[in-house]
């Protein structure tokens, strides 16, 4: 039997999974809006945001973010750990990756550092995990 690209499971495109912070982005984009913290910013109110999700179980643990936010640990460790936790959360991450094959998501979250920040560890777990 010979094999075909339609018996390969879909990969998600690379171009399908934005991220963003909640402060630049409160208004949807036309994509599916995944919020990926455990909760708001104090001067934002849920009512000011357009979100599809807010998904608390792909976000780092309480204990992870009082590391990081206390500088008990680097942003390197955190991240490292963060991936563990996500690792460990397999069919929330599939779910995830089901909707990204049929539709562009933003992953959203609190953090105003474009280059350093959780979303954008969980978009590479989503994407190099295929």
Known sequence: ??????DFPKK???????????????DSDGTYRIFIDRTLPREIKKSEITIDEWNKQVAPSPRLTKCLKEKITDFDLFSKLYVLELLA????????RKIAKHKKIT??????????????????????SL
Do not use: F
């Open 1 to 6: 039997m010979e094999l075909q690209l339609k």
């Open 89 to 96: 959360n397999e069919k929330e991450l599939d779910r995830i």
């Open 12 to 26: 998600i495109p690379l171009d399908s999974i934005a991220v963003k912070s909640i402060y630049e982005s409160k």
């Open 107 to 128: 992953l959203l979250c609190k953090s105003q550092n474009p280059s350093r920040n959780h979303a954008l560890i969980l978009n590479r777990v989503l994407l190099q």
